[in-house]
């Protein structure tokens, strides 16, 4: 059996025709699955019976299955999905004034060895395929009967280590009888794999760009960030560049506040330097303790002095606030707890 939601449009047109149908169903049936949430064949009345038997032969539709799901006294959702295969995975839903977003995983796990980062505490098992990532937000959705607005590919995993099922589920959710979340809604963060920053430029869909930088020499970052030996800060710095020049979209710099690590105001100097030139503005996120870390988050106070330096020095940024924290569930805290047994 296949499963539908791998389908992008295009992949399922094609398998369509090459089966005899036409490639106006394709659009049909996008709509009742992602736009009146049909999941039963049989319901899609202006389908042929021909094809409601065809695609009942050889289509699953199965959401995926809800493990645990838990609640912030903020309101952010986190829930814990098992795969087919029996993995476990998490997504976050969050609520804010202009609609919601959610976090999505792209790995079983992380590669990437982040000093400060929960997720790469355990190693990746493998790629999500595009039903697992789509899935993600269809499955919220309809167990908290909402519609999301925004997706941020920033959960678990390196997502331009997964490239082409993210892009393609990106086409998905894009798609204008799909879910229809626009291009300037999805955000996908990446620790700075250069040649895929270079290939993500020149994607036809032009959605944002975050880079995870955490720190702005190469001394630093590479002890936080080991993938930075091998795509050093002034690689990525210029490949953002070129991203803009080839887009026209500005990049988010995601900077993490670790307590004398890099929070300084040399710290704050040597960023603006950095990035002096680029479009991109830098979004301060306060560090979310990991038990198995030394890190510690920077005072407010000191957040605060470190923003406005930036701000001095012409330096877009934001101070984001936190979310999810006391559910494991804020940035780089997504990892699936032994002691809950699971
Ligand atoms: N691999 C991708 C996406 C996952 S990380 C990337 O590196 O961008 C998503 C964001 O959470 C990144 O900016 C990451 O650096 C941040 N993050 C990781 N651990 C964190 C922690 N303990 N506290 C706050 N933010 C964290």
Redesign the pocket.
């Known amino acids: 059996m296949l499963n539908f939601y791998d389908f992008t449009i295009e992949r399922l047109q094609e398998y369509l025709t090459q089966n005899g149908f036409k490639s106006f169903n394709a659009d049909q049936i996008y709509k009742w699955v992602y736009e009146k949430k049909i999941i039963n064949f049989e319901m899609m009345t202006n389908i042929s019976k021909p094809l409601k038997e065809f695609l009942k032969e050889n289509f699953l539709l199965e959401d995926l299955e809800v493990h645990t799901v838990q609640e912030s006294s903020d309101g952010t959702v986190k829930f814990l999905f098992k795969l087919g295969d029996g993995s476990l995975i998490e997504s976050v839903l969050m609520t804010h004034d202009y609609g919601k977003s959610i976090?999505v995983t792209?790995q079983v796990g992380?590669n990437?060895g982040?000093a400060?980062?929960?997720?790469g505490l355990i190693k990746k098992a493998r790629d999500l395929k595009i039903h697992e990532l789509v899935r993600q937000v269809t499955s919220v959705e309809n167990h908290l009967k909402i519609k999301i607005t925004h997706v941020?590919?920033?959960?678990?995993?390196?997502?331009?280590?997964n490239y082409d099922n993210v892009i393609d589920f990106i086409k998905v959710i894009n798609y204008k009888n799909g879910l229809q979340i626009g291009s300037r809604h999805i955000t996908?963060?990446?620790?700075?794999i250069v040649p895929k920053i270079l290939e993500y430029a020149n994607e036809p869909i032009k959605t944002n760009l975050?880079?995870?930088?955490?720190a702005a020499n190469d001394e630093l970052r590479n002890r936080l960030?080991p993938?930075n030996r091998a795509f050093p800060l002034s690689e990525i710095i210029d490949a953002c560049k070129e991203y803009f020049k080839i887009s026209g979209r500005r990049v988010t710099f995601?900077?993490?506040l670790l307590h004398g690590v890099n929070d300084s105001i040399q710290h704050a100097n040597e960023l603006s330097d950095l990035i002096r030139g680029i479009n991109a503005y830098v979004?301060l996120?306060?560090?979310?303790?990991?038990n198995e870390?030394r890190?510690k988050?920077t005072d407010s106070q000191k957040a605060s002095d470190f923003y406005a330096q930036l701000i001095k020095r012409g330096i877009n940024a934001t101070l984001r606030r936190?979310q999810g924290s006391d559910i494991d569930a804020?940035?780089?805290?997504?990892r699936y707890k032994k002691e809950n047994g699971i």
């Open positions: 976090c792209s992380c990437m982040c400060f980062c929960a997720s941020v590919v920033m959960g678990t995993g390196e997502p331009f280590d996908v963060s990446t620790c700075g975050a880079i995870s930088l955490h960030m993938i995601e900077y993490i979004n996120i306060p560090y979310n303790p990991v870390f890190f988050k936190e804020a940035c780089g805290q997504l």
